[in-house]
C-alpha cells in the first residue's frame, strides 16, 4: 500500500452536546492514519465555532487553501466525522466536489466509512443531511432557550463596560461603573457632546473594555445600553447584517442585574440622543474627518449651510479642496457656490492678517467650557431653571385637588430648601470665579496670532490648523459673486 498524505481537520462548537473534545478527535485522527499508511502533514482546528458557515472559520478557509495547492500536498482530509467538515449540506458538496474533481482530495470520515460506489455516495448524502437536520434543530433549541432566558432578565453575551461576569452572573465593576455613571451625567445634564466625552475618557487615560481607544461609535453604544439602568434587550439585531428587527421580534424584560444608572437618567440620555441624531452643531464632527483646514467653518452665503469638501487634482498631480453647498447638494438651495480651497485660502489668511495689523477685531463671547473643565455655575444654574417648571407642577396638582394643602406646603418646602442650597452653591462658584470686568480684546487678538501662526506654518497638519481655528473662529462666509469674505470670530470666557 502506497503512502498518502493527508491534513487533519478538528471542529468543536458551542453549543453541540456529542461531540468530543479536540484531544480525542485528535487522537482518533492520528490511530486512523497510523493503521491505513497515511501521513499527516498537519491539523487544523476552529474551536468553538460553527460548522454551519465555512467562512467564518478561519482554520477550515486555511486548510481549503492548501490543499487546493498546485503542487498537490494532500492526498485526503481526515475529519473525525463529516458533520467536522460540514453541516450545511450545500457547501459540504461544493467543498468536496471542488476537493475531489479539481484537486483529487477526498475528505474522510474516520468513524463513518463508505464503500467507493453509488450507495456510498448515498449514504455521504444521507449522512450529510443528517448532521444539517441537526444542527437545524440544535440551533433552533439553542434560540428558544435563550428566549426564555430573556424574558426572565437573565443577562446574555458578554459583559458591557462598567460589569464583570461571576458564575455567568452581571455584577458591577465599582471603578468601571463610577465612569459609566460620569458619562451619562456628562451626556445627559452637563450636554457635553460624545466626541467631547470620547477625548475626555481619552485624556484620562481609559479605555474600552477591549483595550482601545473610546470613539464616538463606543460612547454612544454605552449611552443607548438599557443594561446600566437594569433592564434586557435582547434580539434586537440580525446577527449576520446588524440590522434592526421589528419592534416586535424584541424582548425586553427586567434584568436580573444590578443597575449602575437610574431609569430617569437612562431616559433623559435617549431623549437627548432622538433630539440630536442628526447633529447640526459643527463641534459634533472631528477635525479627523476633514478633507481641508477649513471644513467645518465655511458657510453657503445663500442658505447658510456648510460648504462641503471633496479632493481634486490639479494637471500637475497637486491635491486641493473644493467647497460646494451642501444644500445645493440635496435641492435645498438654488446655487452650489463652489470655491476652490486655492482661491480660500489666501482669502483667510489675508483676513486674518488684516485683523492682526489693524488691531482691532469684532467677535462674540462664547460661554464655553473646554471637556476638562466642565462649567459647574451652568449646571447650577439649569438646575434652578428646572426647579421653576417644578414648582408649576405642584402648585397645579393643588389647584386640581391631587394634593391637600398640607402636602403642598410640604413639597414647596423641599423644593425651596434645594433652590436655598443651589443658590449658595452658585453664591460660593462665583465668589471664587468673579468675572473678568476688563475687556478681553487683548487676549482675543493674542489667540488671533497664535492660531495665525498655525496656519502659515508647515509643521501642523490640515488637522492641527482645523482645531486650532475652530477655537477662535465659529463659521466663514465667501461670497464669490461679490469677492467678498467674512469672518465670524468668538472668544470663550
Same mark, same amino acid.
Given at each position: 500500500?502506497?503512502?498518502?498524505? +493527508?491534513?487533519?481537520?478538528?471542529?468543536?462548537?458551542?453549543?453541540?452536546?456529542?461531540?468530543?473534545?479536540?484531544?480525542?478527535?485528535?487522537?482518533?485522527?492520528?490511530?486512523?492514519?497510523?493503521?491505513?499508511?497515511?501521513?499527516?502533514?498537519?491539523?487544523?482546528?476552529?474551536?468553538?465555532?460553527?460548522?454551519?458557515?465555512?467562512?467564518?472559520?478561519?482554520?477550515?478557509?486555511?486548510?481549503?487553501?492548501?490543499?487546493?495547492?498546485?503542487?498537490?500536498?494532500?492526498?485526503?482530509?481526515?475529519?473525525?466525522?463529516?458533520?467536522?467538515? +460540514? #453541516?450545511?449540506?450545500?457547501?459540504?458538496?461544493?467543498?468536496?466536489?471542488?476537493?475531489?474533481?479539481?484537486?483529487?482530495?477526498?475528505?474522510?470520515?474516520?468513524?463513518?466509512?463508505?464503500?467507493?460506489?453509488?450507495?456510498?455516495?448515498?449514504?455521504?448524502?444521507?449522512?450529510?443531511?443528517m448532521d444539517e437536520y441537526y444542527s437545524i434543530r440544535l440551533s433552533g433549541e439553542v434560540l428558544r432557550g435563550m428566549k426564555e432566558n430573556a424574558a426572565r432578565g437573565a443577562f446574555q453575551g458578554a459583559a458591557p463596560f462598567g460589569y464583570k461576569t461571576v458564575d455567568k452572573t452581571l455584577v458591577i465593576d465599582p471603578e468601571k461603573a463610577d465612569i459609566v455613571r460620569h458619562v451619562f451625567n456628562m451626556y445627559a445634564n452637563e450636554k457635553l457632546s460624545v466626541f467631547d466625552i470620547a477625548r475626555?475618557?481619552?485624556?484620562?487615560?481609559?479605555?474600552?473594555?477591549?483595550?482601545?481607544?473610546?470613539?464616538?461609535?463606543?460612547?454612544?453604544?454605552?449611552?443607548?445600553?438599557?443594561?446600566?439602568?437594569?433592564?434586557? %434587550?435582547?434580539?434586537?439585531?440580525?446577527?449576520?447584517? %446588524?440590522?434592526?428587527?421589528?419592534?416586535?421580534?424584541?424582548?425586553?424584560?427586567?434584568?436580573?442585574?444590578?443597575?449602575?444608572?437610574?431609569?430617569?437618567?437612562?431616559?433623559?440620555?435617549?431623549?437627548?440622543?432622538?433630539?440630536?441624531?442628526?447633529?447640526?452643531?459643527?463641534?459634533?464632527?472631528?477635525?479627523?474627518?476633514?478633507?481641508?483646514?477649513?471644513?467645518?467653518?465655511?458657510?453657503?452665503?445663500?442658505?447658510?449651510?456648510?460648504?462641503?469638501?471633496?479632493?481634486?487634482?490639479?494637471?500637475?498631480?497637486?491635491?486641493?479642496?473644493?467647497?460646494?453647498?451642501?444644500?445645493? +447638494?440635496?435641492?435645498?438651495?438654488?446655487?452650489?457656490?463652489?470655491?476652490?480651497?486655492?482661491?480660500?485660502?489666501?482669502?483667510?489668511?489675508?483676513?486674518?492678517?488684516?485683523?492682526?495689523?489693524?488691531?482691532?477685531?469684532?467677535?462674540?463671547?462664547?460661554?464655553?467650557?473646554?471637556?476638562?473643565?466642565?462649567?459647574?455655575?451652568?449646571?447650577?444654574?439649569? #438646575?434652578?431653571?428646572?426647579?421653576?417648571?417644578?414648582?408649576?407642577?405642584?402648585?397645579?396638582?393643588?389647584?386640581?385637588?391631587?394634593?391637600?394643602?398640607?402636602?403642598?406646603?410640604?413639597?414647596?418646602?423641599?423644593?425651596?430648601?434645594?433652590?436655598?442650597?443651589?443658590?449658595?452653591?452658585?453664591?460660593?462658584?462665583?465668589?471664587?470665579?468673579?468675572?473678568?470686568?476688563?475687556?478681553?480684546?487683548?487676549?482675543?487678538?493674542?489667540?488671533?496670532?497664535?492660531?495665525?501662526?498655525?496656519?502659515?506654518?508647515?509643521?501642523?497638519?490640515?488637522?492641527?490648523?482645523?482645531?486650532?481655528?475652530?477655537?477662535?473662529?465659529?463659521?466663514?462666509?465667501?461670497?464669490?459673486?461679490?469677492?467678498?469674505?467674512?469672518?465670524?470670530?468668538?472668544?470663550?470666557?
Amino acid at each position: 500500500m502506497s503512502v498518502k498524505y +493527508a491534513y487533519g481537520y478538528i471542529r468543536v462548537s458551542t453549543h453541540d452536546q456529542e461531540e468530543i473534545s479536540p484531544d480525542s478527535q485528535e487522537h482518533l485522527l492520528r490511530d486512523y492514519a497510523a493503521k491505513n499508511n497515511i501521513v499527516i502533514l498537519k491539523i487544523f482546528t476552529d474551536l468553538g465555532i460553527s460548522g454551519r458557515k465555512a467562512n467564518k472559520r478561519p482554520g477550515f478557509q486555511e486548510m481549503i487553501g492548501l490543499a487546493k495547492g498546485d503542487d498537490h500536498p494532500a492526498d485526503l482530509i481526515l475529519v473525525w466525522k463529516f458533520s467536522r467538515f +460540514a #453541516r450545511n449540506q450545500e457547501e459540504s458538496i461544493v467543498y468536496k466536489s471542488l476537493l475531489k474533481k479539481q484537486h483529487n482530495v477526498d475528505v474522510v470520515s474516520v468513524s463513518e466509512p463508505l464503500s467507493d460506489n453509488p450507495f456510498g455516495s448515498l449514504i455521504e448524502r444521507i449522512i450529510e443531511w443528517m448532521d444539517e437536520y441537526y444542527s437545524i434543530r440544535l440551533s433552533g433549541e439553542v434560540l428558544r432557550g435563550m428566549k426564555e432566558n430573556a424574558a426572565r432578565g437573565a443577562f446574555q453575551g458578554a459583559a458591557p463596560f462598567g460589569y464583570k461576569t461571576v458564575d455567568k452572573t452581571l455584577v458591577i465593576d465599582p471603578e468601571k461603573a463610577d465612569i459609566v455613571r460620569h458619562v451619562f451625567n456628562m451626556y445627559a445634564n452637563e450636554k457635553l457632546s460624545v466626541f467631547d466625552i470620547a477625548r475626555y475618557l481619552n485624556n484620562l487615560g481609559f479605555r474600552t473594555i477591549r483595550g482601545n481607544l473610546f470613539e464616538r461609535r463606543t460612547v454612544e453604544y454605552m449611552l443607548k445600553n438599557p443594561t446600566y439602568c437594569g433592564m434586557i %434587550h435582547w434580539n434586537k439585531t440580525e446577527n449576520a447584517t %446588524h440590522s434592526i428587527k421589528n419592534k416586535d421580534e424584541w424582548i425586553v424584560s427586567q434584568g436580573q442585574h444590578p443597575s449602575i444608572i437610574s431609569q430617569e437618567l437612562f431616559d433623559a440620555t435617549q431623549e437627548r440622543l432622538k433630539a440630536t441624531r442628526r447633529p447640526s452643531r459643527r463641534r459634533e464632527r472631528p477635525s479627523s474627518t476633514y478633507k481641508h483646514w477649513l471644513s467645518g467653518l465655511m458657510k453657503c452665503p445663500a442658505c447658510g449651510k456648510t460648504l462641503s469638501a471633496c479632493t481634486q487634482k490639479r494637471v500637475n498631480g497637486e491635491k486641493y479642496a473644493y467647497f460646494s453647498c451642501y444644500g445645493y +447638494a440635496h435641492g435645498q438651495c438654488d446655487k452650489a457656490h463652489g470655491v476652490s480651497s486655492l482661491v480660500l485660502e489666501p482669502e483667510v489668511l489675508a483676513g486674518i492678517k488684516e485683523v492682526l495689523d489693524a488691531g482691532n477685531i469684532s467677535y462674540e463671547l462664547h460661554d464655553y467650557r473646554p471637556t476638562e473643565a466642565v462649567d459647574e455655575r451652568s449646571i447650577i444654574k439649569d #438646575r434652578l431653571n428646572s426647579l421653576a417648571s417644578k414648582e408649576e407642577r405642584i402648585k397645579a396638582s393643588y389647584r386640581e385637588g391631587i394634593d391637600t394643602l398640607e402636602e403642598y406646603k410640604s413639597n414647596k418646602a423641599i423644593l425651596q430648601k434645594e433652590r436655598d442650597n443651589l443658590e449658595e452653591q452658585l453664591k460660593e462658584l462665583e465668589g471664587q470665579n468673579p468675572e473678568p470686568d476688563q475687556d478681553p480684546t487683548g487676549d482675543m487678538l493674542l489667540k488671533v496670532r497664535s492660531v495665525y501662526d498655525i496656519l502659515i506654518s508647515d509643521s501642523y497638519t490640515y488637522v492641527q490648523k482645523n482645531e486650532a481655528l475652530k477655537q477662535i473662529v465659529d463659521k466663514i462666509i465667501y461670497d464669490k459673486e461679490s469677492d467678498s469674505l467674512k469672518i465670524y470670530f468668538f472668544l470663550c470666557r
